[in-house]
Structure formats: C-alpha cells, structure tokens
C-alpha cells in the first residue's frame, strides 16, 4: 500500500519502523528537516519537509492516490484536520492520534463525523494496559483477545515456581491445566515449545488460556494471584490520569505524586478520590513517607524514562509491589532485560502494533480478518486473531491433518463466543475467531499459516 505518516517523532518513526516490514510504500511529512533526515537516512522511506495539514503539501506526497494517511504530530487538532483535509483530497482511510482527555468522551463522534478510520490515544492504551496488569499482578503483561474472554499472559518462571526444571507435557497430563504454552523466552532466545521442552528459573513464558483458568494454573504453580489493592503512581501525565480513573473506577485505593503544584491542583479537581501529593516522587524519603512500602502496586510514570527505571529499581527494593514501568525510547531493550524489572509498558509500541493491524485489515481479498495483532519479545514473534469470514484450505478439517509452517502455533478458536483450547482433532469454521502465535512476520490471512 502507498502509506503517509504526517509526524515524525517518536511514534512515526517506531511507525514507519514497524510497517516497513510490511512490504509498504511509505511516505512521512514534517516541518522539521532534521526529523525527516533521520528517518530516511535510517530506513526505507521517502520524506518531505512541511505542514502536513497544508494540500499542497499533501499533493506532493500523493495524496490522490495513497491509500493510508497517519497523522501523529504533537497537535490533536492538527492530526484532526490533516485527516480531514486528506479525505476531501483523496479517497484514503486515514488514522489521527488524539492524546488530550477532554477528546476522550467524544472519540466516536468525531471519527464518525470526520470520516476517519480510527483514533488512537497511546496513553489511553498503555493506561489500560497497566490496568490489566494491576488487576492480575503475577503477569509480566497481558494481551487480551476475543473481547477479553482470552487472555495472553506473560510471566516469569522463579526459583520457587513449580514450573523450574518441569517439563511442558506435564502441564497437562499431571496439573490437568487447560492451558496452552505458546512462546517461551530465554534471553535472546525465543521458543514456540513442544511437550519435552523443559522449562528454566528465568523464563519468561507466555500462554494463552481463559481469565478464570489462568488463575487455577497459577495457584497450581504456586504463584500468587491476588489482585491491587493500593497503588502509587509518580509522575502526573496524561497516562496517569487515565490510569487513576480506571483503578479508582474498581475501588483501587490510588496515591499520585507530582512535582509540578499547578498539575497537582489539576488533577486534585479531575480525580476527588485520589490522593494527590505534590513533591518530588524521586525523593527516597518521600516515597517512604507516603508509604512505599505497604502498597500492592506503583507506576514510574514521568517523563524520564532513567527516572523511571532509577524509580522502579528502588520500588522493587523496598516493597513487595507489583511494578510497572513506563519507558519511551527503546534503544536499550536488552539491556532492561538484563535489569529484570517486573513489567514495562511501551505506548508508541502499542500505538504502531494497532496501526500494522489495521494496515493488513485493509485486504479486503482475504478470506479473513486480521481483528487483533499484538508484537511479542521485542517483535521477535507475533500474535494474531482472525475472524474466518468464509471458507478456505484451513476450515472443516482437523488440524492435526494440516501442515501448519514451522514455530507457529493454533493457541485458541472462540466459537459462538466460547473459548476452545484447540486440540488436534479441532476444526477451524467460518465464524471463528483464531488465535495464531508465530515467529514469521506478515501473516496477512489465515491461510499463510500453511506450509506453501
């Protein structure tokens, strides 16, 4: 596809990163000519410095024959325009990043009115992202498919989990655990793992499996499942705003601290239930005063992404909370893995996953739907849901008769809203939605999960 991304910082570069593997012609606008020189001189894209929302700007980059324009400058307004002003000139789908909460209550009707694709708020995203993991703190993360009745759950094999030294094939033969282990994580390795795969004291493994049997499997495992009861966030930014809401919303007990007065009395006013404390969240003294070390979860949530690392180090040091911490720049991914912090939340990651889901959507030819995509290990696998609009080579016949690629991986069929662990005499049938696990990339349709 002829791709336009109007915004080149961070998020369109981790864009124009993450669909340049999706075989796209892509174009990116901006005002600034460093920004576009380093997106060009680093991948495979071509660039024009100027006002996105400016037509003949637009028209240079071609706009009457693109079809996909992303805005993402740091102006809500701006990406709203641009992507009207983009439909008036062309027939394309287009797609505006609205960060600013007082949007929030109005999403549909400005994407409707507008005629846009989707709005995307990352902060939204990684808010709700933290949320989930609040809610069921032995995950490392979680993916959620199916609207919500499947789970992907991520967590970390400890010394005294059951898991260290166990063989996979037991899970289900000795636990008698309806779960489905579909990718396991070894430092710079990455498993689709078969039944004699033995697991190892710092795995990080990741399955698919109802929320309520999860937690069963978890129990059996012997690690925790409770969830938050009191949380600490620092830093007062758009992401915690939406986070505080959610967690006081399931009677979370939330604490926030800010340096900022002015952010404080803001959010003070907007969330009445929290606790708003004004000073400077990386002060040790603080933290331990406003009680650190009682509460279930925190957040390092500022603006700094060493801040928030320092932040969550120190968390883990002196409480037993569950830790979340949010980082922007991923340049230093292997090096945080080797920090072992509990659980990181990257937003222009979720934002470019959402983004390359919707790009392969756009097939219209395919017999099927890509719903939902989700980057695993640092992209080094993927996890996708198709909804099977019709028939193909890959429905009605047991999947132990078909012959599937190398490391991928059926993980879950949802029928008539209920979710199946597959086993090899399950089918595939028009209707479903199918979770597929693999390392190849750019599965388009549920028939590239065939050898060819």
């Known amino acids: 596809m002829d791709i336009i991304i109007v915004g080149c910082g961070k998020v369109g570069y981790t864009l124009v990163e993450n669909l340049n593997g999706e075989n796209h012609n892509i174009i990116v606008i901006d005002e600034s000519k460093e920004k576009v020189k380093s997106i060009t001189d680093d991948l495979d894209a ?10 003949q700007t637009l028209s240079e980059a071609g706009i009457s024959h693109a079809d996909l324009l992303i805005a993402v400058t740091g102006s ?9 002003i983009a439909r008036k000139a062309g027939h394309c ?3 505006a990043r609205v960060r600013n909460p007082i949007y929030n209550d109005e999403l549909s009707f400005l994407r409707d009115e507008l005629g846009l694709a989707m709005i995307i708020n990352p902060e939204l995203a990684a808010a709700s992202e933290i949320a989930r993991i609040f809610q069921f703190p032995s995950a490392v993360k979680i993916d959620t498919f199916s609207k919500g009745r499947i789970e992907l ?4 094999v400890t010394e005294n989990c059951l898991l260290n030294n166990y063989e996979l094939i037991h899970i289900r033969t000795t636990l008698k655990c309806d779960v489905l282990v579909c990718v396991v994580t070894r430092g710079d390795e990455v498993f689709i793992p078969r039944g004699d795969f033995v697991f190892q004291e710092g795995d990080i493994v990741a399955i698919v499996s109802t929320p309520l049997k999860a937690t069963e499997f978890f129990r059996k495992i012997g690690i925790e499942t409770g969830r938050v009861h009191t949380a600490m966030l620092v830093g007062g930014g758009t992401i915690t705003y939406y986070l505080a809401k959610r967690l006081i919303a399931v009677g979370i007990e939330t604490k926030i601290i800010d340096r900022d007065p002015a952010r404080c009395e803001h959010l003070s006013g907007l969330l009445p239930k929290a606790t708003v404390i004004c000073g400077d969240g990386t002060e040790e003294k603080l933290l331990l005063q406003e009680g650190l070390k009682s509460v279930d979860g925190f957040a390092a949530l500022t603006g700094l992404d060493e801040e928030n690392i320092l932040l969550s180090l120190f968390a883990k040091k002196e409480s037993h909370a569950k830790v979340v911490t949010k980082i922007n720049r991923i340049n230093f991914n292997s090096v945080l893995g080797d920090i072992r912090l509990d659980s990181i939340t ?8 959402v983004i390359v889901k919707y790009a392969r959507s756009m097939n219209e030819s395919l017999n099927s739907n890509v719903e939902n995509l989700y980057k695993l ?3 080094r696998a993927e996890a996708l849901e198709f909804y099977i609009k019709e028939p193909s080579a890959v429905t009605d016949t047991p999947l132990e008769k078909l012959h599937f690629k190398k490391n991928l991986l059926i993980c879950s069929i949802t029928r008539n809203g209920l979710p199946i662990i597959p086993g090899g005499r399950d089918e595939i049938r028009v209707g479903d939605f199918v979770v597929v696990v693999t390392t190849h990339s750019r599965l388009n349709g549920i028939k590239d999960i065939l050898e060819d």
Do not use: W
């Open 46 to 55: 071509m660039g024009i410095v100027g006002n996105g929302v400016s037509y």
């Open 93 to 95: 789908k287009t797609i």
């Open 76 to 84: 809500d307004e701006q990406n709203l325009l641009c992507c009207v």
């Open 377 to 379: 290990e640092g992209g």
């Open 346 to 353: 990257y937003p222009r990651l979720l934002t470019a996953d």
């Open 153 to 156: 759950l991520h967590f970390r």
